[in-house]
C-alpha cells in the first residue's frame, strides 16, 4: 500500500469513526430528552434548541453513513466505499436543492409565517397541534401567535399553558403558581420573523461548510477507490 493511499485512508477511518461517535451522541441526547431523565435533562436543556426526534433522526442517519466511511476503507471493500460516496451524493443534492429554494423563493418567509398562523389557529381543536405549539413556545420563549390575547382577554383566569412562561422568570412563580398574562413571554410571529432574519445568514455558512467537507470526503474516497483499480491492474489483491 502506497504512502498516499495508505493517507487516504486513514482520513476517511478517523473521520467517520469521529462521525460514527457524534451520530451516537445525539441518538443518546435525543432519546434521554424522550424518556424525560430529568437529572441530565435538566444539564442540557439550555443547549437544546430543536426536537429531540429530530437528533435522533440526524444522528442514526450519521451513525449509519459513518459505518460506510469507516468500515469500507478499512476493509478495502469497493461497493461499501462506493455505497457511501452515493450518500453524500444524495445528501449535496438535497442540500443544494434546498438552499437554491430558500434563496430564490420570494415567499418563503411568507409561506413560513403563514404555516405557523395556521398551526396555531388549530391547535386547541388538536392535541397534536396543541404539543407542536407547546414546544415552539418553549424553543422561542413566546406565547400565543400574535401574543397572549391569542389564549383570550381573560388570559389569567384559567391560566396560560406552562410553556409560555419562562422558568428563569425573574419573578418566576414565587408570587404566582401558574403562568398567567402577567407573566408571559411576547407573541410567537414577531420573535419567529427576528429568528429567520438573524439565522438565516449563519445556516446558509453552515450549509456552505458541511457540503464542502462532504466533497472533500467524495474526492478522498473516488481517489481510494482509484488506487484500489491501479492495484487490480497490476494484478495486487485489493478489494474483497
Not at 141 to 159: H, I, K, R, T
Not at 182 to 197: F, M, V
Amino acid at each position: 500500500m502506497g504512502r498516499a493511499e495508505s493517507t487516504m485512508k486513514y482520513i476517511l477511518c478517523f473521520f467517520n469513526l469521529f462521525i460514527m461517535f457524534l451520530g451516537l451522541v445525539m441518538v443518546v441526547i435525543g432519546v434521554i430528552f424522550q424518556m424525560d431523565w430529568k437529572v441530565v435533562k435538566d444539564v442540557l436543556k439550555a443547549y437544546l434548541t430543536v426536537e429531540p426526534w429530530s437528533f435522533i433522526i440526524i444522528g442514526t442517519l450519521m451513525f449509519v453513513i459513518g459505518i460506510f466511511g469507516f468500515c469500507g476503507p478499512l476493509f478495502n471493500n469497493k461497493i461499501t466505499v462506493f455505497t457511501y460516496v452515493i450518500f453524500l451524493l444524495v445528501i449535496i443534492v438535497l442540500e443544494a436543492v434546498i438552499a437554491i429554494l430558500l434563496i430564490t423563493s420570494q415567499d418563503t418567509k411568507r409561506s413560513i409565517m403563514k404555516f405557523g398562523s395556521d398551526i396555531f389557529e388549530a391547535a386547541p381543536n388538536s392535541y397534536v397541534l396543541r404539543s407542536i405549539t407547546n414546544s415552539v413556545q418553549e424553543q422561542f420563549e413566546c406565547c400565543g401567535w400574535s401574543g397572549v390575547e391569542d389564549y383570550g382577554l381573560l388570559a389569567s383566569f384559567p391560566s396560560l399553558p406552562d410553556s409560555c412562561c419562562r422558568e428563569n422568570e425573574p419573578y418566576g412563580y414565587l408570587f404566582q403558581p401558574k403562568c398567567t398574562i402577567w407573566l408571559a413571554s411576547p407573541g410567537c410571529k414577531r420573535i419567529i420573523e427576528d429568528t429567520y432574519e438573524t439565522k438565516f445568514a449563519h445556516v446558509v455558512a453552515i450549509a456552505v461548510s458541511v457540503a464542502c467537507l462532504q466533497i472533500i470526503c467524495i474526492v478522498a474516497a473516488l481517489f481510494f477507490i482509484n488506487f484500489g483499480r491501479e492495484r487490480k491492474r497490476s494484478c495486487m489483491p485489493f478489494f474483497f
